[in-house]
């Protein structure tokens, strides 16, 4: 990447859900715009693994726990700073989905989890980010959602219930953080990933048929959306939720 492309050099990310997947692409491209991230996610091999393909403990640390952990939160949030410096850039991209089926038929107690990791542990790391300092240097934040947030979504609906709630967290953390803290969401159609492989799998021409793009986002489709929000580029945006969908939530095609 070019120097006119380098535009987080100097910062310090904190990327939940780094170990794979949309998470993995977004340290990616931070590490390549010039930050220095620190991972987390559930399982120390996977982040292991991750710091080496990022370049080693020179561009990325990791630290393993459950992203709805209030002490793991701030225990990254310490070696992450003592590694890197202060944090200024926090990406919220953890999430879970581990029912599919009628709302009428959800098991209470998975919704309850879907709440705690989608919606509760993101409040959770901007606390602890606030509390080391964000609110007082400067900062940004950005929150991975869904278009599941945005229109019901079958089968997924709590999940969209949770990101929808996401959304509204978003606006009202952009409200109460700035001038200081800028807070954003990233909002994606069916990505090809592990996470999504149920909505696509075995028809991915028939479901991308719908996108007026034509394809299946990919994982590197929103780290370069997040990268620009947590960019000076984005320096007058806050509290927004910005679709990255292929054009399927403009409804222009049937399938």
């Known amino acids: 990447m070019d120097a006119e492309s380098r535009r987080l050099v100097g910062r310090v990310a904190i990327v939940t859900g780094a170990s794979r997947g949309i998470g993995l692409a977004i340290a990616r491209r931070l590490v390549a715009e010039g930050a220095r991230v620190g991972l987390t996610a559930r399982h120390p091999e996977a982040l292991d693994e ?24 701030a225990d990254a949030v310490r070696q ?19 029912v599919h089926g009628p709302l009428v038929d959800l098991d209470l107690a998975a ?30 934040v950005v929150n991975v959602s869904s278009i599941a947030g945005l229109a019901p979504a079958r089968g997924i609906a709590f999940y969209g219930v949770s990101k929808a709630a996401l959304n509204h967290l978003t606006a009202s953390l952009a409200v109460e953080l700035g ?3 800028r807070v954003n969401a990233v909002a994606p159609g069916v990505v090809k990933t592990r996470f999504a492989a149920a909505l696509y799998e075995g028809r991915e021409e028939e479901v991308a048929a719908r996108y007026p793009l034509g394809r299946l986002g990919v994982a590197d489709d929103v780290a370069g959306a997040v990268a620009f929000l947590a960019s000076a580029d984005a320096a007058w945006i806050t509290g927004q939720t910005i ?8 409804g222009g095609r049937s399938g």
Request: hydrophobic share 50%.
């Open 50 to 73: 991750a710091v080496t393909a990022l370049g080693g403990p020179a561009y990325a640390v990791a630290v393993a726990g459950r992203a709805d952990d209030a002490a793991h939160q």
């Open 80 to 98: 992450v700073s003592a590694a890197f410096g202060p944090v200024d850039l926090l990406v919220n991209n953890t999430g879970i989905n581990p």
């Open 179 to 181: 001038p200081t803290v």
């Open 243 to 250: 679709v990255c969908d292929g054009g399927v939530t403009l």
């Open 111 to 140: 919704a309850r989890k879907i709440l705690d990791v989608n919606l509760v542990a993101a409040l959770g790391w901007v606390q602890a980010v606030c509390a080391a300092g964000m609110t007082e240097r400067g900062g940004c």
